[in-house]
């Protein structure tokens, strides 16, 4: 039987137990496998959810995906909703990442709207995937819709932050917060469309609208 609490030593006193090194089997941690499996269980999720859609992703068929039984699905998530959510989480954050990093790097406000809006179009068309997970799923599934309505003042943020209008404090400029969050949306439904081919602009055409868009908007901001 296990003991119920420290070891005690002959004289009564509590002693201090040394941390034990994990076990290692098959040359990795228990814990390094569970992080595989969790991505393995990511990867089918996006894979799934990016190319069929989100009726597409059941605890089964992620598990037949990522060829691991529904015992380590349930070691990682508690239900469907809550890998769909993760998966969602992982593409937005990079989508965020890329924006902010991209729009660093540039010089004044033309620069950094052309070069935010490329690296969006850049992760839109690198891996198909991600966009169908961010913009088009959300507006079938009610899971993804809900976090993607949560996430949207957080675009709102990027853009007032790269167009100069963040204000000293949140809400500090209710302006500035309209304008940003009515182009989150413009520009969210317009890559849409390109996206299912209902809008035909090349990207260098869609590139070059949606930088004087957000430059033309940016006085608007302003007041």
Do not use: K
């Amino acid at each position: 039987m296990s003991s119920l609490g420290p070891p005690i030593r002959h004289d009564g006193r509590v002693s201090v137990a040394s941390a034990q090194p994990e076990r290692i089997w098959a040359g990795t941690t228990l814990a390094a496998r569970r992080a595989a499996r969790r991505e393995r269980l990511l990867a089918a999720g996006l894979d799934l959810l990016g190319t069929q859609g989100a009726a597409a992703v059941t605890v089964r068929s992620v598990c037949r995906h990522a060829q691991l039984t529904d015992r380590y699905f349930y070691e990682n998530f508690a239900d469907r909703a809550e890998l769909l959510l993760a998966v969602f989480d992982e593409v937005a954050a990079q989508a965020a990442a890329a924006l902010v990093s991209a729009a660093a790097a540039a010089g004044d406000e033309e620069q950094a709207a052309r070069a935010a809006v490329e690296a969006f179009i850049d992760l839109l068309t690198d891996d198909p995937r991600m966009g169908r997970v961010l913009l088009v799923e959300p507006l079938t599934d009610i899971v993804l819709g809900t976090r993607g309505i949560a996430l949207a003042p957080m675009f709102a943020q990027i853009i007032r932050a790269q167009l100069g209008q963040l204000g000293a404090a949140d809400g500090a400029d209710s302006r500035a917060a309209l304008v940003a969050t009515a182009m989150v949306g413009a520009l969210a439904n317009l890559f849409i469309r390109w996206l299912d081919g209902s809008e035909t602009a090349s990207r260098d055409e869609l590139v070059e609208f949606c930088v004087q868009l957000l430059v033309t908007t940016a006085p608007l901001a302003r007041g």
